[in-house]
C-alpha cells in the first residue's frame, strides 16, 4: 500500500510542477517588452558616413554628420 501512496504523490508533484512551469511563462510572457526598432540610417552627403538620423544635420534634402560638412558642401 505505501508504494502506491509513493506513486500517487510523485504524479501528483509532477502535475503540480507542469502548472508552476506554466503559470511561470504565462508571467514571463506579460512582462516581455516588444523589440526595439533599430534607428533609421542617413548617409552624410559629404563623406558618405551613415548614421543615425537623430544624430545627422539635415540641410534642403541632404543629410550631414556634421557642420563641417554641411558648410563645405553648400559653398558649391
Do not use: N
Not at 509532477?14 to 548617409?43: D, G, L, N, S
Not at 540641410?59 to 554641411?70: A, I, V
Request: glycine residues 2%; hydrophobic residues 40%.
Amino acid at each position: 500500500m505505501g508504494l502506491i501512496k509513493l506513486f500517487i504523490l510523485l504524479v501528483l508533484a509532477y502535475i503540480a510542477f507542469v502548472f508552476w512551469r506554466q503559470f511561470k511563462a504565462a508571467q514571463a510572457e506579460k512582462h516581455r517588452t516588444p523589440p526595439q526598432q533599430p534607428p533609421k540610417m542617413v548617409r552624410c552627403a559629404q563623406c558618405q558616413l551613415h548614421l543615425p538620423e537623430d544624430m545627422a544635420l539635415r540641410q534642403d534634402d541632404k543629410w550631414y554628420c556634421c557642420s563641417e560638412h554641411r558648410d563645405v558642401d553648400q559653398q558649391y
